[in-house]
């Protein structure tokens, strides 16, 4: 069975600092395109950053440019999101996607196949 299983969630001060994992399972997501979706209370799900296949091309929101970095481990069958300065609005259920299908492109609105779980990110001041 292929699944995605996001790791890393929890509760952090204003300023603070979180890195989530996504571990892959069921097959290589070597080849694939993925990225980080997230959804906060009462507001649509909204696109977070992707990388491309083989890590050439990264995109990220204009809310989390400059403070959020994806990467990955294919070694690991891993992507990561680190998240610095995190602030209030970064509140939400964080989901990892992964996709075999244009693996070269990381716009936000293009599609996944395959989601995780999520894993919660709260922001306090």
């Known amino acids: 069975q292929v699944q995605l299983a996001e790791s890393g969630g929890g509760s952090v001060q204003v300023g603070g600092s979180l890195t989530l994992s996504c571990e892959g399972s069921g097959r290589s997501f070597s080849d694939y395109a993925m990225g980080w979706f997230r959804q906060a209370p009462g507001k649509n799900r909204e696109f977070v950053a992707a990388?491309?296949?083989?890590?050439?091309?990264?995109h990220y929101a204009d809310s989390v440019k400059g403070r959020f970095t994806v990467s990955r481990d294919k070694t690991k069958n891993t992507v990561y999101l680190e998240m610095k300065s995190l602030k209030p609005e970064d509140t939400a259920v964080y989901y990892c996607?992964?996709?075999?299908?244009?693996?070269?492109?990381?716009?936000?609105?293009?599609?996944?196949?395959?989601w995780g779980q999520g894993t919660q990110v709260t922001v306090s001041s």
């Open positions: 996607v992964a996709d075999s299908r244009s693996v070269y492109t990381t716009a936000p609105n293009r599609k996944y196949y395959y």
């Open positions: 990388t491309n296949w083989n890590s050439a091309t990264t």
